[in-house]
């Protein structure tokens, strides 16, 4: 009788656990522009391990130039505590984070390794847009939120 119990409260907290939402908790905002490289502002975002930071999606959306014509673009919003203030770049960890230690994030971000954890709580990477060079040189940023 006390195997069926467990038994039987085992699968109903497995179901329950594989019920529950795995996916990024960092709201869906549409998100598709372009920037002009060529501006003085985005000048960074011509040369290895430039950035630069736009507006868009959740908290600001952080660019990163790994090579002259690959681009990786995240979405500035925490996934552990998604009210938190936006992350910033620290160069010399090469993360995004808060500057902030009394933060709720406590977490860094790897824009290297496609936006993941690199240390902290969180459990989600950060929320990545897709982007593209354009034939005019401007680098589009976008997401498919209407696609699905």
Not at 8 to 25: A, H, I, R, T, Y
Not at 64 to 90: H, K, M, Q
Not at 93 to 113: G, V, W
């Amino acid at each position: 009788m006390k195997v069926k119990m467990f038994c039987e409260l085992f699968f109903s907290v497995m179901f329950f656990l594989s019920c529950q939402s795995s996916e990024n908790p960092v709201p869906q905002f549409a998100v598709d522009f372009c920037i002009p490289l060529n501006n003085a502002q985005y000048s960074a975002l011509q040369n290895a391990g430039g950035y630069a930071y736009v507006t868009g999606g959740v908290r600001g959306i952080f660019v990163y130039c790994l090579s002259p014509g690959e681009y990786y673009a995240y979405d500035r919003c925490c996934t552990f505590n998604i009210t938190d203030s936006a992350l910033v770049y620290d160069t010399k960890k090469h993360c995004l984070m808060h500057r902030d230690t009394t933060t709720n994030c406590m977490s860094q971000f790897s824009p290297l390794l496609q936006g993941a954890v690199a240390q902290g709580p969180a459990q989600y990477p950060l929320k990545k847009y897709q982007t593209e060079l354009t034939s005019n040189g401007q680098l589009r940023i976008y997401n498919d939120i209407y696609a699905k």
